[in-house]
């Protein structure tokens, strides 16, 4: 079955400095990918469409001076986390389509900024 | 956009016994319906979905039933298990994978033996 990975998992960073939080399709190509932020006992909020090859696409309300976003291959996404503050700590998680309708997540990664 | 409410927000059931978690959608134009579980941590799973073809479908213990004309949709658990307790949330999507899911707020559901 199709594979999204992340890495790292869980990242502690200081607050103002930056994270790199990666999404990978292992088994299948996607054009497109999918970032979610989950704080706790929350549910899961659509931050941003990561197209290949063209801008991602940010919902309302998502800085994307902050989350940067880069889908540098068919099967690579990257989020940036910049400056972050302790308010962005969270769960985030990618996804990725395959096929018509199933989106296959990745583990999640875990943010927390001191 | 879309718009999923989701009920209850905690459900605590026996083991043994059903649990029922029920979602409303807004928008008519969604047509793909997935389940969740996910467990603390850890990324959210599959475990059952509808499209708007269909009324009712069926994996083991587990049914899920979509009433298009009322825009609400329902997770049927059956002799509930330990395993079973974890955040249920349901999703609504229009068009596909290519489009994005509106996620409901979830359920927390907790199955004592």
């Known amino acids: 079955g199709a594979v999204v990975s992340q890495h790292p998992s869980w990242v502690i960073c200081k607050s103002g400095t930056s994270v790199k939080i990666e999404c990978r399709s292992l088994d299948f190509q996607a054009t497109t990918m999918f970032w979610y932020r989950q704080f706790p006992k929350q549910s899961l909020m659509l931050m941003a469409t990561s197209n290949e090859g063209s801008k991602a696409t940010y919902e309302q309300g998502v800085e994307k001076d902050k989350f940067l976003i880069n889908h540098a291959s068919l099967t690579l996404s990257t989020l940036t986390v910049t400056s972050a503050h302790p308010e962005d700590s969270s769960f985030y998680i990618c996804s990725a389509p395959q096929g018509a309708y199933e989106q296959y997540f990745g583990p999640g990664t875990r943010l927390t900024v001191t | 956009g879309e718009n999923v409410e989701q009920h209850p927000s905690t459900l605590s059931v026996q083991e043994g016994d059903s649990a029922v978690i029920k979602c409303t959608y807004s928008?008519?134009?969604?047509?793909?319906f997935p389940w969740y579980k996910q467990e603390l941590g850890k990324r959210p799973q599959l475990i059952i979905d509808i499209r708007s073809n269909v009324g009712e479908k069926k994996d083991q213990r587990i049914a899920v039933t979509l009433n298009k004309t009322a825009k609400h949709f329902s997770l049927h658990i059956t002799e509930t298990q330990p395993e079973d307790s974890a955040v249920y949330f349901c999703a609504a999507s229009m068009s596909g994978g290519y489009s994005t899911l509106t996620f409901g707020k979830g359920t927390m559901l907790l199955v004592s033996p």
């Open positions: 928008d008519s134009a969604s047509n793909y």
